[in-house]
């Protein structure tokens, strides 16, 4: 069972990337999903989730310029990231979630989620 993520990188301020998030050995039947993301030396923060299709939640440090989805026939979740910015610069997490806590000490805390990402580091200058 894992959560693998890709599509972090570099980009320059007001760029954009997308992250993609894909299951595998486990039933990807609209799951609560969320991103969350840590930068050095600050807690783990919860940006976004979604449950049943639907998006239930955006950090209001990226509300309006992310965007979460997911494809359940491909087993993947993405989240668009906009209008990038030098302080969205962190390691970027996804994972399946039984609720959304919005700030966690560290992130892949497996008290948290069913499953954790191996994280994607983006940087924005």
């Known amino acids: 069972v894992q959560l693998v993520e890709s599509g972090g990188g570099s980009v320059q301020a007001g760029g954009s990337l997308r992250l993609s998030c894909t299951a595998s050995g486990f039933t990807f039947d609209e799951p609560h999903m969320g991103w969350y993301r840590q930068a050095p030396g600050s807690k783990c923060e919860l940006i976004s989730d979604?449950?049943?299709?639907?998006?239930?939640y955006y950090a209001d440090s990226v509300k309006g310029r992310f965007t979460t989805s997911q494809d359940n026939d491909k087993y993947t979740a993405y989240l668009q990231m906009n209008s990038l910015k030098p302080e969205d610069t962190a390691v970027y997490y996804c994972?399946?979630?039984?609720?959304?806590?919005?700030?966690?000490?560290?992130?892949?805390?497996?008290?948290?989620?069913?499953?954790w990402g191996q994280g994607t580091q983006v940087t924005v200058s």
């Open positions: 994972a399946a979630i039984p609720s959304a806590v919005k700030v966690l000490r560290r992130c892949q805390d497996p008290a948290y989620a069913y499953y």
């Open positions: 979604i449950r049943g299709g639907g998006v239930t």
